[in-house]
Nanobody, 127 residues
Framework: VQLVESGGGLVQPGGSLRLSCAASGFTFALYAMSWVRQAPGKDREWVST????????HYADSVKGRFTVSRDNAKNTLYLQMDSLKPEDTAIYYC?????????????????????WGQGTQVTVSS
């Protein structure tokens, strides 16, 4: 299994970025996927999860209305569209794969739900 994030960078407050997570080594369409972030000196924070089949999704309150998660099962790719970015969105963003096939809890229930993580991509929001 391999998860490779890309698309991070430096953006001004109010700007946008689109992150991608290229997945390989498993049947992507059968697994829920999440975005998680970790800011310097802080605990990791769950951001969003998307259902493997229906495309339904859930978001942390801190990003709801600004971030949109999506997936292209034909391309084995997960996305995170981030709009109206704030300095407090600065973090390393990781994609993570649910361990259980065809299983979706919506909001984060436990970090043990995940069995693989990407290496992360840095997002910095600053003027």
């Amino acid at each position: 299994v391999q998860l490779v994030e890309s698309g991070g960078g430096l953006v001004q407050p109010g700007g946008s970025l689109r992150l991608s997570c290229a997945a390989s080594g498993f049947t992507f369409a059968l697994y829920a996927m999440s975005w998680v972030r970790q800011a310097p000196g802080k605990d990791r924070e769950w951001v969003s999860t998307i259902n493997p089949r229906s495309g339904s999704s859930h978001y942390a309150d801190s990003v709801k209305g600004r971030f949109t998660v999506s997936r292209d099962n034909a391309k084995n790719t997960l996305y995170l569209q981030m709009d109206s970015l704030k300095p407090e969105d600065t973090a390393i963003y990781y994609c993570a794969k649910y361990e259980r096939e065809d299983y979706y809890t919506g909001y984060l229930s436990s970090w043990t739900e995940y069995d693989y993580w990407g290496q992360g991509t840095q997002v910095t929001v600053s003027s």
